[in-house]
């Protein structure tokens, strides 16, 4: 079994920070990409920033210069600095990472239950 688990969302007013974080634990034999997607109400899931097991991050056009994505492999985790947030940042961010669970098994997607992000005055 592999759970991601996430942490650090809230409430926050426009222009404050939030740091979200993402561990997995479990059966790992080793992680490719992590990241991090969004879903605003009546909106579909959207990706919002990943990073590469060596360090390689790509980001959506909204969130550049806002956010950072980042990772700690010996923790198996992964996080996103968010800051100058703004009211259309709301939304549930899932954290998302490729999973090797041994030699014998291809990687597979796993999803975290994801965290609320709200922001408003």
């Known amino acids: 079994q592999v759970q991601l688990v996430e942490s650090g969302g809230g409430l926050v007013q426009p222009g404050g920070s939030l740091r979200l974080s993402c561990a997995a634990s479990?059966?790992?034999?080793?992680?490719?990409?992590m990241g991090w997607y969004r879903q605003a109400p009546g909106k579909q899931r959207e990706l919002v920033a990943t990073?590469?097991?060596?360090?390689?991050?790509n980001y959506a056009d909204s969130v550049k210069g806002r956010f950072t994505i980042s990772r700690d492999n010996a923790k198996n985790t992964v996080y996103l600095q968010m800051d100058s947030l703004k009211p259309e940042d709301t939304a549930v961010y899932y954290c998302?990472?490729?999973?090797?669970?041994?030699?014998?098994?291809?990687?597979?997607?796993?999803w975290g239950q994801g965290t609320q992000v709200t922001v408003s005055s």
């Open positions: 998302n990472a490729e999973i090797r669970r041994g030699l014998g098994f291809g990687p597979r997607s796993y």
């Open positions: 479990g059966s790992i034999f080793s992680i490719n990409a």
């Open positions: 990073i590469t097991s060596g360090g390689i991050t």
